[in-house]
């Protein structure tokens, strides 16, 4: 298992440091340092498995579960700016699950047979239908809209569709989602 840390930001310099113990306030006691710290996005990369380290890609040595501590710092030479923006991304070689944002496109390039799981957070559940679409630049490609992650229930599941699927606030998927989310007093889930 690998993962890759990576920061950014506007500013001249960021640095990007991790360990499995908390220094908090204590940047330098950190084992692990991006290898360029010196840019606006500097990363590093770590793994449980020995025989993938290196020099560039640093051993994660502790038992599990094991926790990950990261600490980032972004700033310029221009001493008038205070606030810098900064993010940090965390990748690993597992399957993730991406956020679908309302209102914002998300693009994925798959190669053939492979599939991508988005979670959309519905913000404003009960009142509204909700209209999820697809576009393929090039091949063919299909979808389906679930209450549940594993795609599993077909109650719970809407049929597959290669363009459209509108979800009606009455529909089992989504009447499902809310019912899951309720107890939770959280904004319903759909993947």
């Known amino acids: 298992r690998e993962i890759t840390l990576s920061a950014s930001s506007t500013a001249s310099k960021v640095s990007l440091v ?4 908390r220094h908090p306030g204590k940047f330098a006691k950190y084992r692990w340092g991006a290898t360029d710290q010196n840019t606006s996005h500097p990363f ?3 793994t449980t498995s020995p025989a993938l380290a290196n020099d560039e890609v640093r051993l994660i040595d502790c038992r599990f579960p094991c926790f990950i501590y990261i600490s980032a710092v972004a700033g310029s030479a221009d001493i008038g700016s ?14 993730t699950i991406k956020p679908l944002l309302e209102g914002q496109e998300a693009s994925t390039s798959l190669p053939p047979n492979k599939s991508v799981i988005y979670r959309y957070r ?5 009142a509204v239908a909700t209209l999820f679409s697809l576009a393929v630049a090039e091949g063919s490609a299909s979808f389906r809209v679930s209450a549940v992650r594993n795609f599993e229930e077909s109650t719970l599941t809407t049929r597959t569709a290669a363009d459209i699927i509108l979800l009606e606030p009455n529909s ?3 009447a499902a989602a ?3 989310a309720k107890p939770l007093g959280v904004a319903p889930v759909l993947f």
């Open 44 to 46: 590093l990369r770590l």
């Open 82 to 95: 205070l606030d810098e923006d900064l993010t940090v991304e965390v990748e690993t070689d597992t399957k």
């Open 122 to 126: 519905l913000e404003r559940s009960g």
């Open 178 to 180: 809310e019912a899951a």
């Open 172 to 174: 089992p998927v989504y």
């Open 18 to 21: 991790a360990d499995t113990r």
